[in-house]
């Protein structure tokens, strides 16, 4: 096609000068069948004919022109052969202008051909055309290629639909009571049978769907800024007792739902989001890609992995490319799970303190009375063409309990104690494509921010009239592995982790001579967990991809998991473990 257009171009081109001359040569059979063109192409401004020297030299002129079109066809030809759809764009430009100033000596028919056959050849220089010109805004719009096929606009709005379809199955060598995230803390003892989770030494197998996702990301400039919106969903919500029988009506949940506003180096986000305590791929960012939580199919991650997703109200610096500093506010929860033993008068005022996991709506959340506050610093710079990532984190958080007068006799006492922590992370590309990950962690009272898999703090009481005291509980862990893109079709990873807590515990003032209370004293129940490990190897392998249609993939798990509780009874296991495999197929909308 490109040919015949460029063959019709010359020809046409070629005849202008003969029919001109035919004009010159035999006006009264011109007349009888273009009198208009007659009087365009060889009548002078002032009424008379033009000399024959006049026409010779105007049809040298036009000889002259064809053959620089020829030249520049030609060239246009040679680039479209390279693939070279700019300079093509550019030559038809060139000949579209050259023919237009032919003015009086070529029809406008001939410059309309001339100026629309080759876009019409070569499709990405008729995007480039459209776009040329137009601001940064209005190019992003019309060239759809910058974004997901599946983004539209509503005035300024850009709306970006995204999400996940997952078919989840899971393996485990002991049946954990869980779906298919797994309760870490919780793996039980070979000897020991459950209600929830079986008899001892039963594995499990189970398929889900739940996992899979939706997502909606809107981009909007406001003046000299920009905003972002997301929401993002799973199916992983409460459902009813019966659900799993037939129905399997699994729940719409939130994970994400925040605004995001950016104006030159500040950045303001309010909403529920990751916390920032939860290591960054990259930067400080907030959404989901610049977060590390692992390649893991569990949906409780890996054992050791800092993250919470919780309300916030973070404010972000970027004074250049590399480095980002930021402060959030987020929401407090004081746990003590379900492992801590309290004071027997405690429990009137229990509420204080989260036994649960967040509350549910017969058991509203804990009151913290401040927020937790998190600080961090990122640095992001290239060691070559290698992403070197580097964060330091900070943490601080506030305690407090109140203890009525009907105990201590001397009014309403409250105490409070200050809990803090801190983690270092990096995420190295030591050669192309494979990454080391390194992520640490530890605290006095961050107990809830490692997978919420030990408790905060315990409570203390002196004497049966003295106040209630909190005491936060040492904890740390860290994360270590890598993953690596070997090829564009398959990615392996593997990480070894743990997560430690420390033992708190005092005399029970109401039962001086009885058990103690707090947490991993002599007795305790095997919840209270010294350690937690995990080992995991993983490898994903992508069937096929396709920026406008998405990827299809299988995305494979394997991890061995063990804990150990502080007291272990004569006879027992020193700790309980297992295996567990996970295969999940993948379809990614593009």
Known sequence: MRKLAAWVLVLGMAMSPAVMAADGNDKTSDAKTDKSTMTTNTTKPNGTAPTSTELEAEIEQLRALIKEQADQLAAMKAAMANGSTANSGTATSTAANSAAAVGSTVASSDVTTASAAAPSATPTSSRMARTAGATPDSAQAMNTSDHSPLSFKIGDALFTPGGFMDFTTVYRTESTGNGIGTTFNGVPFINTNSATAGPAGYGETRFSVQNSRIALRVDAPVGEAKITGYVEADFLGAIAANANVTSNSDTFRMRLYFGDYRRGKWELLAGQDWSMLTPNRKGIGAFPGDIFY???MDTNYQVGLTWKRDPQFRVVYHPNDSWAMGVSIENPDASITSAVTTPTLFAPVAGQLDATSGGTLSTPPTPGYIP???????????????????????????????????????????????????????????????????????????????????????????????????????????????????????????????????????????????????????????????????????????????????KFQLITQASYLSRAPWFVPTGSPIDAHLLMVYADLRYTLP
Do not use: C
Request: proline share 4%; glycine share 14%.
């Open 294 to 296: 692992s390649q893991d």
């Open 372 to 550: 937790d506050f998190i600080f961090k610093v990122a640095n992001d710079t290239k060691v070559g063409d290698k992403n070197m990532h580097v964060e330091a984190v900070g943490l601080l958080r506030d305690f407090k309990l109140y203890t009525p007068n009907s105990i201590t006799g001397i009014g309403n006492v409250s105490r409070t104690a200050v809990g803090a922590g801190g983690s270092i992370n990096a995420n190295l590309e030591l050669f192309k494509d494979f990454h080391l990950i390194a992520n640490t962690f530890w605290s006095d009272g961050g107990g809830v921010y490692i997978g919420g898999n030990g408790p905060d703090l315990v409570v203390r009481q002196a004497t049966l009239t003295s106040a209630f005291t909190p005491s936060p509980i040492h904890s740390l862990s860290g994360i270590g592995g890598f993953e690596w893109q070997m090829r564009k079709s398959a990615m392996i990873y593997g990480y070894y982790s743990g997560a430690y807590y420390g033992r708190d515990f005092s005399v029970n003032p109401s039962a001086p001579t009885g058990p103690m209370v707090g947490y991993g004293f002599s007795g305790s129940a095997n919840t209270n967990n010294r350690a937690i490990q995990e080992g995991t190897i993983g490898w994903i392998q992508t069937f096929w991809q396709n920026p406008n249609y998405g």
